[in-house]
Structures are given as structure tokens and as C-alpha cells.
């Protein structure tokens, strides 16, 4: 299983950046998909998580939206209202099955960056 982002690059302030995901490989299914970011210095942090419901940090919540696809096995983040503090490195994460017998597992995709900046 592979997990494909794209989507990060140069944002302005007040402008909007949108983040893709997919899933590609054996999959049985996808529980959550989401988003998390690390900035420079610190800690990955969670962003914004979708499963039949959706969560959001409090620093994003009303300028992020997050969405999912289950046909196409992918997730968005449409950021919007950007902030300088936004900038970092963007990660999907998906807890997914590969069969019905097996265990779900976190799945990572290889990060893209986002900065935030005139």
C-alpha cells in the first residue's frame, strides 16, 4: 500500500492551498484518513480526521475542511483563510485493511510542504 500527496507549495496569506491523498495497492478498507503536519522544530500535530464524522484541531478548525472519496481511496484538505503558522509539512494518514482477516494499520504518505508566506 502506497499513499500518494500532492497538492502542497507557495501560499499566501488569506489565500487557499488544497492537499490530495491517495491510496493505492490491496485494499479491504479505509477506516480514517486524515491529515497531520509537522512544522519546522517540532512535533507532528494532528490536523483533521474524517471516518464517518470529521475532527479538527482548534487551530484550523473554520478555515480547514476536510473530505474523502472511498471510490477513488482518497483524501483532500482544502485550506483556506491561510496563516504564516500553517506552514510545515503536510502527512496523510490512512488506518486501513488489506484483507478482511487482517488488522488495521496506519498508513503514511510521504509529506508535502506548505508555506505560508508573501
Known amino acids: 500500500v502506497q499513499l500518494q500527496a500532492s497538492g502542497g507549495g507557495l501560499g499566501q496569506p488569506g489565500g487557499s492551498l488544497r492537499l490530495s491523498c491517495a491510496a493505492s495497492g490491496t485494499i479491504y478498507s479505509i477506516n480514517t484518513m486524515g491529515w497531520y503536519r509537522q512544522a519546522p522544530g517540532k512535533q507532528r500535530e494532528l490536523v483533521a480526521t474524517?471516518?464517518?464524522?470529521?475532527y479538527y484541531a482548534d487551530s484550523v478548525k473554520g478555515r480547514f475542511t476536510i473530505s474523502r472519496d472511498n471510490v477513488k481511496k482518497a483524501v483532500y484538505l482544502q485550506m483556506n483563510s491561510l496563516k504564516p503558522e500553517d506552514t510545515a509539512v503536510y502527512y496523510c494518514?490512512?488506518?486501513?485493511?488489506?484483507?478482511?482477516?487482517?488488522?488495521?494499520?496506519?498508513?503514511w504518505g510521504q509529506g508535502t510542504q506548505v508555506t505560508v508566506s508573501s
Open positions: 494518514k490512512m488506518i486501513l485493511n488489506t484483507t478482511p482477516l487482517t488488522p488495521q494499520y496506519d498508513y
Open positions: 474524517v471516518t464517518r464524522s470529521t
